[in-house]
């Protein structure tokens, strides 16, 4: 075989245009897992068309994720991690938490950076079983379980799925299927009303017990 031809062939799992076995080329591969799955879904998008957009072999996709259902939990990671800081809004101590975390959620949805790709998550898990399991393990073992654990009030978990609940019922009426007066209400009007809702989840004890 002529040189030529040795130097045009590519080994199974190498990239193209970028050096395999490097951050920089798994970087790449979430960033084209994010872009496939917030513009095709999670039906629609194939380990191909991931490998595809990032520019490298499927086999490498492979190689670092795994199945399609790995890619998605990994670039769900990615795209949740402006969220997972809702812990420290709520260890900033009880009084103004329900505001705080009202803000706080509401605020990640309103940049559109960061809404785009939590866009993608919300629809693919709303249509796809697979998806809907992978969003759910993540939020439950990354987000609620870290929530609860802050919260000084009986059945913590609950209090924190309810808080949970309410800020996904608002983005899905608000930023999904857009329901109006909701969907173009002032940003602040909202946070003032949901508040007090979220304040009572997270620090109402409860009735006493005589």
């Known amino acids: 075989m002529s040189a030529e031809g040795t130097a045009g062939r590519r080994g199974r799992g190498r990239p193209l245009g970028a050096r395999a076995g490097t951050v920089e080329t798994r970087e790449r591969i979430l960033a084209a897992a994010r872009q496939e799955f917030s513009a095709r879904g999670y039906d629609k998008t194939s380990i191909r068309s991931i490998a595809k957009s990032a520019d490298v072999d499927p086999a490498l996709v492979h190689h670092y994720f795994g199945a399609k259902e790995q890619v998605f939990a990994a670039s769900i990671e990615l795209s949740f991690e402006p969220a997972f800081g809702v812990p420290d809004v709520l260890a900033a101590g009880a009084d103004g938490v329900g505001e705080r975390l009202a803000r706080f959620f509401i ?10 790709p939590m866009l993608a998550i919300v629809r693919s898990a709303v249509t796809n079983d697979t998806a809907a399991s992978v969003l759910r393990g993540i939020v439950l073992r990354r987000l609620l379980e870290r929530v609860a654990s802050e919260l000084k009030v009986p059945d913590p978990r609950l209090r924190a799925e309810l808080a949970g609940a309410q ?13 109006e007066p909701l969907a173009s209400a ?8 949901v508040a007090p809702t979220l304040q009572r989840y997270l620090t109402d004890p409860g009735p006493v017990e005589e």
Do not use: H
């Open 167 to 179: 800020m996904m019922g608002i983005a899905i009426m608000r930023y999904v299927i857009k329901i």
């Open 107 to 116: 605020e990640i949805w309103e940049n559109p950076v960061t809404r785009a």
């Open 186 to 193: 002032d940003m602040e009007d909202v946070v003032a009303l």
